[in-house]
């Protein structure tokens, strides 16, 4: 029972951040309609785009959805631009998570975690090494419960868990970030190339993950 009480008030706490930062980023996009809070923003320099790079990072080590401020830095910085920062921030969140796993062990984040997921990931680097890791990547779990996983993990490396997780988001992001231009541009070209990409990319995970229910039904 108590235990059902943590996770109603976890998910209801989840539920109101959402709540809060979807307002915050309508906002922001109410007030930026002429672009006057863009380049105010681009006169902080480095330090914005530090900034930025290290609350995506903040953001991906944790259940929020990321995409908002994706959406927040491609309006800010450009559809390259945007999207370099947002991914470099995926990138230190993956490494930092890493060392957190391995200090805090794995029963520390496994209220985070369902065993399913846990079971899911653990399949395919446990049958497939690196090249599961990567594949594990692209099931329908999100991304910081992979790196969670894979971090408690002996037998993942460092270097294989940074750049699968690198090499991983970047279909997701490229393809976020192409939506986002078809629609601000009105260039139907590019919403349909980002939607399609995202199409197969869930196509994708969604095979990996039926694969993944059927050889668990086999063994058993």
């Known amino acids: 029972m108590e235990v059902q009480k943590n996770k109603t008030k976890n998910y209801i706490g989840l539920s109101l951040i959402l709540i809060l930062s979807t307002a915050l980023i309508i906002l922001f996009f109410y007030l930026d309609r002429q672009g006057q809070l863009s380049a ?13 790079i290290l609350l995506i990072g903040a953001l991906t080590m944790t259940p929020i959805p990321s995409e908002g401020f994706l959406i927040l830095l491609l309006k800010i910085y450009g559809l390259f631009w945007g999207t370099l920062y947002a991914w470099l921030g995926s990138i230190i969140s993956s490494g930092v998570i890493y060392y957190l796993a391995r200090y805090y062990g794995k029963s520390f984040f496994m209220h985070l975690i369902t065993p399913k997921r846990f079971e899911m990931v653990d399949h395919w680097i446990e049958g497939k090494g690196t090249l ?24 993942v490396k460092l270097w294989p868990y940074i750049w699968t997780a690198a090499l991983s988001i970047i279909p997701y992001y490229l393809g976020t970030a192409l939506i986002y231009q078809g629609v601000s541009k009105s260039t139907w070209i590019w919403l349909i190339v980002g939607a399609a990409a995202l199409l197969a990319l869930w196509g994708v995970s969604y095979l990996l993950s039926k694969q993944t229910n059927t050889h668990k039904g086999a063994i058993e």
């Open 40 to 52: 105010l923003i681009q006169l902080w320099g480095i330090g914005g785009i530090l900034f930025a």
């Open 132 to 155: 599961g890791l990567f594949i594990a990547r692209l099931l329908p779990i999100p991304a910081f419960a992979v790196n969670y996983i894979a971090g408690v993990l002996p037998s």
